[in-house]
C-alpha cells in the first residue's frame, strides 16, 4: 500500500518527477563512489608452517537427497592443500530419502576428517538447524559452509584464511560461479548475474558498505556466530539473515575474487522461479525482521546508507514499477521511475562487463565461464554484448520481487522452501551435449 499510494501521490504532484529526479541523483553519486573504489591488494596465501599455528577449519555441508553430488563434495573437501590434522568435514544427512546415507557411509570409511551427522525425519529448522545442531560438536576457529553441489580449488582455505587476519572481519565470501556452463540461456544469464553479484559487493565493501553472504562458500569467524546466536531458523535464507545480524554486531564482511566455488545453475525457468522467489523473500524479510535497529542507524551512516540505496533499487524499484507504468499507460505520461530506473540498468551494463574483466584477469582458467573466446574478455564491444544479455535475464526480478512484495504483504510470513535440484556429472555432460 505504501509503495502503490506513494507512487499515486508522487504522479498526482507537480514536484514528484524533480523528487525522483534528485533521489536518483544522489543514489547516483554513491553508486559512482562506490565505482571507483580502488581494490586493495590480498593477502598473501598461507605458507608451509607449522601446522599447529594454522587455524582450524570446521567445514559444514547440510545435505538431503543429494546422492548425484555428495561424493564428489567430499572428495574435493577431503583432497585441500591443508594439513588434515587442522581441518574436520562434517556432513549433515538432513534425513535424506534417497542413496545419500548408503554413500556416506562408504566414504566416512575412506576419509579419515569426515565426520557424518544423521538428523531424524521429522527434524526441525530446515537448513540453518542442520547446522545449529552440528555446530557444538565442531572445534574450529573458523567455520565454512558449503551447499552439497560446491567444487573448490584445492588451495581454498590457503587464500581465504589470511583475510580473517583482519580482526573486524567476522565472515568471507567466495565468490560464486557456474559449473555447468552450456547454451542454456537461462545458464548465461546466471553466468552475467553472477559476475555482477561479484563486482558490485567487493566494491561496497571497499567503500565501508555492506558486504553480503551467499550460503554457498561462506566463512564465519566462530566467536562472530557465537555472538550472533548462530543461525537463525526462522529464516529462508538463513545467509541473508546472519549478513544483517553480523553487521549489527560491528563485524564486517569480506569477499575475495579468486578463488571461487562452482555450483549448478538452474537450466529451466521454473526452477529459476523458485530459487529467486526464496531468494526475495529471505531478503526482504531481513529488513522486516531487523527494521529497528535498522532505523536506529545501528550499522553506522556509510552502512545504512549504503544498504539504503541497494534496497531501493532492487526491492522498492521492482514493486513500484506495475502502479508507474499503470498510471503512464492511463495518464499518456512519461514513467515517474525512468530515471531510477535507468540508473539500475546502467549499473547493471557497468557491472557485469567490468565483472566478467575482472574476473578474467583474477584466473585465465575462469575466462571458460563466459563461454567466450580466450581472449574475448579484452574487447569492450563483446563484453558489453555479454552484459546486454545478462541485463535482459535480470529483468526477471521485476516479476519475482512485485509478486513477492503482494505475497509477503496479505499473508503471515511462510518458511516454504522449495529444494533446487542437484544432477552432478552426469547433466552437466549432457546439457553440454
Not at 553519486?29 to 593477502?43: D, G, N
Not at 572481519?169 to 546466471?190: P, Y
Request: a neutral charge.
Amino acid at each position: 500500500m505504501a509503495i502503490w499510494s506513494g507512487t499515486f501521490a508522487l504522479h498526482s504532484f507537480a514536484w514528484g518527477a524533480w523528487f525522483v529526479l534528485g533521489l536518483t541523483t544522489l543514489m547516483g553519486v554513491h553508486v559512482v563512489r562506490v565505482l571507483l573504489a580502488r581494490p586493495l591488494p590480498l593477502p598473501k596465501p598461507l605458507e608451509d608452517s607449522n601446522p599447529e599455528d594454522l587455524p582450524f577449519v570446521s567445514i559444514m555441508v547440510a545435505a538431503k537427497n543429494e546422492e548425484a553430488v555428495i561424493g564428489r563434495l567430499v572428495q574435493t573437501l577431503c583432497h585441500l592443500d591443508y594439513p588434515d590434522s587442522r581441518y574436520e568435514l562434517w556432513i549433515i544427512d538432513d534425513s535424506s530419502s534417497d542413496r545419500t546415507p548408503t554413500v556416506l557411509a562408504q566414504l566416512s570409511q575412506e576419509y579419515e576428517q569426515l565426520r557424518v551427522f544423521h538428523r531424524p525425519l521429522g527434524a526441525g529448522g530446515g537448513k540453518s538447524g542442520a547446522l545449529n545442531q552440528v555446530l557444538p560438536l565442531t572445534k574450529g576457529e573458523i567455520i565454512a559452509v558449503f551447499d552439497a553441489d560446491a567444487q573448490v580449488t584445492p588451495d581454498l582455505l590457503r587464500r581465504v584464511l589470511p583475510i580473517f587476519e583482519r580482526p573486524e572481519v567476522g565472515a568471507v565470501q567466495v565468490r560464486k560461479q557456474i559449473a555447468n556452463v552450456c547454451s542454456n540461456l537461462w545458464i548465461q544469464g546466471q553466468v552475467a548475474e553472477m559476475a555482477l553479484d561479484a563486482f558490485w559487493q567487493q566494491q561496497r565493501i571497499l567503500m565501508g558498505g555492506i558486504g553480503e553472504l551467499r550460503g554457498n562458500g561462506q566463512f564465519v569467524r566462530r566467536a562472530a556466530l557465537d555472538q550472533c546466536g548462530g543461525w537463525n531458523e526462522a529464516t529462508i535464507t538463513d545467509d541473508l539473515d546472519l549478513t544483517i545480524r553480523l553487521h549489527l554486531n560491528d563485524w564486517d564482511i569480506d569477499s575475495t575474487t579468486y578463488p571461487a566455488v562452482e555450483e549448478e545453475g538452474v537450466t529451466r525457468a521454473i526452477a529459476l522461479w523458485h530459487q529467486r522467489n526464496r531468494w526475495a523473500e529471505g531478503g526482504y524479510q531481513r529488513y522486516l525482521d531487523y527494521y529497528q535497529p535498522l532505523l536506529q542507524n545501528r550499522l553506522g551512516a556509510r552502512k545504512t546508507i549504503d544498504m539504503f540505496v541497494f534496497w531501493v533499487l532492487q526491492y522498492v524499484l521492482p514493486s513500484a514499477t506495475i502502479p508507474d507504468t499503470l498510471i503512464a499507460v492511463l495518464r499518456h505520461q512519461p514513467m515517474l521511475y525512468a530515471p531510477l530506473a535507468s540508473l539500475s540498468v546502467a549499473m547493471s551494463l557497468v557491472g557485469m562487463t567490468l565483472g566478467l574483466r575482472k574476473i578474467r584477469r583474477a584466473d585465465p582458467a575462469i575466462a571458460a565461464q563466459t563461454s567466450l573466446p580466450t581472449n574475448a574478455l579484452r574487447f569492450p564491444l563483446l563484453s558489453l554484448m555479454r552484459a546486454a544479455y545478462g541485463t535482459v535475464y535480470m529483468l526477471h526480478w521485476l516479476p519475482v520481487v512485485a509478486s513477492t512484495t503482494a505475497r509477503m504483504s496479505i499473508r503471515p510470513k511462510r518458511l516454504k522452501w522449495v529444494k533446487t535440484v542437484h544432477f552432478g556429472a552426469n547433466h552437466e555432460k549432457s546439457t553440454n551435449g
